[in-house]
């Protein structure tokens, strides 16, 4: 199953805002940069701060956030050679953690960002599903903040106040898969959601 996951035109007060909202709704959330660290994994949950940290590639950057109350697995491997040796990366398919994956922008056009979790994992040939806490968490909040966006012309692309604003001013054009996305729904699109997407009506994983 792949990851269930939304899509969101952000720009750095869009961020922002969005790591305020979901740690608003329920106290214990953790937020932190970058997908290679030194230090306890543990700290993820317990206190991010203590980490050094570094993203994997020089146009993207990588956000984590867990939950002190839902999320439990945190694992992350150590990299034994290469430009990372010594660091260890965290393993997003098995760690209870949603992920925002944020692309640089490039002169004037922005691209979406995407908030994903994993809710099962392959273990050899056995797919395995993560604790229902955290999955129904994920599931939870992805669908809790579709409904906070707004729609562009294609749907499943949200978009932030910010963004809004100023793509409504032309200071900033979005781009998905290398196509201008208007800002404000249009009444048709021929762009399809990438499977996994999550909308309003999405179920839990359990359902």
Partial sequence: M?????WLFLLEPD???LIDEVGGREPGLMASWGRYLLGDPQDLLNDPSR????????RERRLYLLHRKHSSDVVAHLQPAGPFA???????????TLVLR?????DG????????????????ADKIRKRPMFSIWASQTLRWLVGRYA???VPFLRIGPEALQRARRGEIRLTYLYREIAAEPTGSTEVLAPE????EDSPDPLD
């Avoid at 792949?2 to 939304?6: L, N, Y």
């Avoid at 996994?196 to 909308?199: E, L, P, W, Y």
């Fill in 151 to 153: 729609k562009t012309s």
């Fill in 51 to 58: 980490l050094s940290r570094r993203d994997s590639l020089p």
């Fill in 2 to 6: 792949p990851a269930r996951q939304i």
């Fill in 15 to 17: 961020i922002g805002a």
């Fill in 102 to 106: 944020i692309p640089d922008r490039n």
């Fill in 86 to 96: 010594g660091w260890m990366q965290i393993d997003e398919e098995r760690t209870d």
């Fill in 196 to 199: 996994g997407t999550v909308t």
């Fill in 109 to 124: 056009d922005l691209q979406p960002a995407r908030l994903y979790a994993h809710t099962t994992f392959w273990r050899s």
